[in-house]
Nanobody, 114 residues
Framework: QVQLVESGGGLVQPGGSLRLSCAASGISFSIIAMGWYRQAPGQQRELVARISNGGLTNYADSVKGRFTISRDNAKNMVFLQMNSLKPEDTAVYYC????????WGQGTQVTVSS
């Protein structure tokens, strides 16, 4: 049974930073690509960062140069370092396989506001 648990969200001022964490279980973590997704109110969920099982990364244009995805295969965890945050980054952030499994975790809320 796949279980994905996201944490690390919160309220931050524009220009600030947050580090999100995701703990995965019930999957062959080290052999799959993982991604961070986000969903803002009234919008579709979108993939913002992806990391292959070998560590190759890809980013959405909107976060390139500001966000960094990483993974720890020994701990079955994936991280998202978010710097220079903007109000438009406000969303619920989720981790999942890339492409995603059908099930999702509860996500973690990120709010960027002064």
């Amino acid at each position: 049974q796949v279980q994905l648990v996201e944490s690390g969200g919160g309220l931050v001022q524009p220009g600030g930073s947050l580090r999100l964490s995701c703990a995965a279980s019930g999957i062959s973590f080290s052999i799959i690509a993982m991604g961070w997704y986000r969903q803002a109110p009234g919008q579709q969920r979108e993939l913002v960062a992806r990391i292959s099982n070998g560590g190759l990364t890809n980013y959405a244009d909107s976060v390139k140069g500001r966000f960094t995805i990483s993974r720890d295969n020994a701990k079955n965890m994936v991280f998202l370092q978010m710097n220079s945050l903007k109000p438009e980054d406000t969303a619920v952030y989720y981790c999942n396989r890339a492409p995603p499994y059908n099930g999702w975790g509860q996500g973690t809320q990120v709010t960027v506001s002064s």
